[in-house]
């Protein structure tokens, strides 16, 4: 199955038969189905061309245009052109968008909606030319597959996922992406984002040290990340957490890391994960405070640090197996309280 979807124009003078050439350019990609963009007066043309090619109705289909010359109008309209190719069964990458002729706003409108929407490739008619007319018997008919442009539009959408903190969607995206349809800027990109969003994954996962081995490996040369380079003290810090994590103990920055790591899940809308944070949050405060101010351990309490008359019934919060006192965080606070 292969569609064609074809701009048609009126032709740049009086005498020029712009039919000639696009019967050619259609008999050359020998479509299953042709859609013909129109204008208002060059209509014609496009039923001059389906009659020469003997096209009944389940052959082509002609889509005219309210406008030859509102580039954004045109898009849209070519837009439910390829809709109408979907319905009739054909994939994004059976179909062929030639923009020989045409308006510049019609053959713009073309690439950018086939662009949009995945096509196989984009074609357009060369050869000699005279007085700018490519010459009759001298056609050459090129086609470019756009996944160069398919795979720059993959990069902006990584790097915008980026922004919104979706770091594992980003790296899927860059992985997946065919390097070698990019320039070497955007190469360099690719290869130092993915280990910038390996580094902010690793630090959403509270592996601090990962993040560390990520982020070295990363030159903040492009604009388009340098907004995610954080300052010396920033570094320091993390480390510092990650060692305190590692440690075992719980420190005000630890607290406030996983506080703000709760923040970003609740913007990302992973709600259970942002509880379980806030959850953690609140325990880590309560077992830092008791630590600190009273030098008690919420995992093996010792008795003889609580006054007699405040222990309640806290020894009946005895691991049997241990025999150590262990308590959570609601007994926590009321043991702070």
Known sequence: MKAIIITVGTGSRPDIDITKPLVKT????HPDFTAFIVSEGSRQYACKIANELSFDNSKHEIFELSTAED????????????RALYKRGFKSDEIEADYTSGTKAMTGGLVL????????????????????IVQDGTERFLAVPPEG?????????GLRLMDEMRFVSALEIFKNINNSLLDNYDKDLIYNVMPL????????RFDHFRFFSEYDKIKFDYNEIEKFRINKSAQENILKIGKTIKSGCITQDVIIDIYNNAARR??????????????????????????????IETGDVKIDKI????????ESYSDDRSGKIKIGLKRSFVLLN
């Open 307 to 314: 006054p007699k008359d405040k222990r309640g019934n806290i």
């Open 149 to 157: 442009i398919f795979s720059r539009r993959e990069l902006q959408f």
């Open 197 to 204: 969003a390996q580094a902010f994954i690793s630090w959403d």
């Open 113 to 132: 909606s086939a662009i949009f929407n995945s096509c196989a490739s984009l074609k357009y008619i060369t050869g000699d030319r005279k007085n700018g």
């Open 71 to 82: 580039l954004q109008q045109i898009f849209k309209e070519i837009n439910n052109a390829f």
């Open 26 to 29: 259609i008999k050359n990609s």
């Open 266 to 295: 609740f913007i990302e809308g992973k709600f259970d994960d942002t509880l379980a944070r806030l959850y953690r949050v609140a325990e880590m405060l309560a077992q830092l405070v008791l630590k600190k101010e009273f030098q």
